[in-house]
Every structure is written in structure tokens, then in C-alpha cells.
T-cell receptor
Framework: GAGVSQSPSNKVTEKGKDVELRCDPISGHTALYWYRQRLGQGLEFLIY????????KSGLPSDRFSAERTGESVSTLTIQRTQQEDSAVYLC??????????????FGSGTRLTVV | AQKITQTQPGMFVQEKEAVTLDCTYD???????LFWYKQPSSGEMIFLIY??????QNATEGRYSLNFQKARKSANLVISASQLGDSAMYFCAMRGDYGQNFVFGPGTRLSVLP
């Protein structure tokens, strides 16, 4: 597609339930990032995928969080046993590999997760 | 490890005036890229401008320019002729060699006054 697509756009879930968030990057973009943005705060890095390399999971806040991506396609972020502090907007971004001249990443519109 | 610092949580500027949003960074990479993004109240992240660490000239994109001082590790965003629509959060970000972790600063909220 023309842009990065995220679904669902909004998700309300009960505490303790599992949720799955989806990111469909721009075709051909090998790099994919997940970020969390709590209300009024900056972007908190979660995980980074680059092609078929092992992902950089250093930003995942706990073992309740996991993400998958097959090749250069769709990625899913899974949060198990959701807690109220997981409430945030989850943003996905994709880009081409660094080529020395870069016009930035393309972000999706995000998934607003509310845990009640 | 890379780190971005934005020391101004909030800024005010009069419409039609210029404003500078500060950004300093820390990295041990020799080659890196610096970015500014705008996030209006709608929540979307809008790419504004990019500066490569080896670019000799400061980047410009319309009313946006990046005041890059490599020795000081600063990459301030200058917005000329501010408009009401410029009111938003502004994030400075950087990425190191070969597409590694893309790190954001905490952001500056800019309010343009009529």
C-alpha cells in the first residue's frame, strides 16, 4: 500500500486479556519499528526488525510483550495479560535500509489501546 | 548507546515570528542521521527534515531549517514565519549506522499565538 497501515485503530480490552496489534509496512521497506507513546509523552522504542536479521528486542518492557515479523511483511505486536499501564498509542514505522541519504521513516496512524 | 535531549518541554511563539527548538544528541557512531518530526493533536507523525552527519550544509525544507553543529552535537530546528498550524509536539530523533535503533527525544510542545 501507499502508507503504513495499522489495525485496529482503537482497542479497548479488559485487564488480563491478550491483545494483538498489526502493522502492515510499506512494500519494500525492510526496517520496521514498534514504539509506545503514553499520553503526553515521547516515543518509547519497543522492538526493531531489519530484514531477516534477529530483531532488536531491547525496548520490550516485559516478557508479556512480544512481536513477530515474517520477512519484510506484516508484523504483529502481542501483549499478554494486559495491565492498565499498557494503555497507550502503539506506533509502527517502516523505512528502507540506511542508504546514506534518507528522508525519514513513515509512521502508521497508531493503535490506541485502552485497558480497563 | 544513543540519546536525544530536548530541554524545552514547551515553547510559545508569536505568529509570523521565527522559533528555534533545541536538540542535543549523544552517540559514538561516526555516521548517523538526525530527524525532526511534528506530531499535531491528531497524533500522526509527520516527517519534517533530515540531516546526515557528513552533510556539510545545514538542511532546509521550506520554512524549516536545521542548525547542525556537529562539534557541539546539536541539531536545532528553526521554523521561520510561524503559523498557527505549527502548534504541535516536535520530536528530534536520530539513527546510527546502518539502520539501527531509531531514538526519539522527549519532545517540545510548540504553541503559536495569534
Amino acid at each position: 500500500g501507499a502508507g503504513v497501515s495499522q489495525s485496529p485503530s482503537n482497542k479497548v480490552t479488559e485487564k488480563g486479556k491478550d491483545v494483538e496489534l498489526r502493522c502492515d509496512p510499506i512494500s519494500g521497506h525492510t526496517a520496521l519499528y514498534w514504539y509506545r507513546q503514553r499520553l503526553g509523552q515521547g516515543l518509547e522504542f519497543l522492538i526493531y526488525f531489519q530484514g531477516n536479521s534477529a530483531p532488536d528486542k531491547s525496548g520490550l518492557p516485559s516478557d508479556r510483550f512480544s512481536a513477530e515479523r515474517t520477512g519484510e511483511s506484516v508484523s504483529t505486536l502481542t501483549i499478554q495479560r494486559t495491565q492498565q499501564e499498557d494503555s497507550a498509542v502503539y506506533l509502527c514505522a517502516s523505512s528502507l535500509v540506511w542508504t546514506g541519504r534518507d528522508y525519514g521513516y513513515t509512521f502508521g496512524s497508531g493503535t490506541r489501546l485502552t485497558v480497563v | 548507546a544513543q540519546k536525544i535531549t530536548q530541554t524545552q518541554p514547551g515553547m510559545f511563539v508569536q505568529e509570523k515570528e521565527a522559533v528555534t527548538l533545541d536538540c542535543t544528541y549523544d552517540t559514538s557512531d561516526q555516521s548517523y542521521g538526525l530527524f525532526w518530526y511534528k506530531q499535531p493533536s491528531s497524533g500522526e507523525m509527520i516527517f519534517l527534515i533530515y540531516q546526515g552527519s557528513y552533510d556539510e550544509q545545514n538542511a532546509t525544507e521550506g520554512r524549516y531549517s536545521l542548525n547542525f553543529q556537529k562539534a557541539r552535537k546539536s541539531a536545532n530546528l528553526v521554523i521561520s514565519a510561524s503559523q498557527l498550524g505549527d502548534s504541535a509536539m516536535y520530536f528530534c530523533a536520530m539513527r546510527g549506522d546502518y539502520g539501527q535503533n531509531f531514538v526519539f527525544g522527549p519532545g517540545t510542545r510548540l504553541s503559536v499565538l495569534p
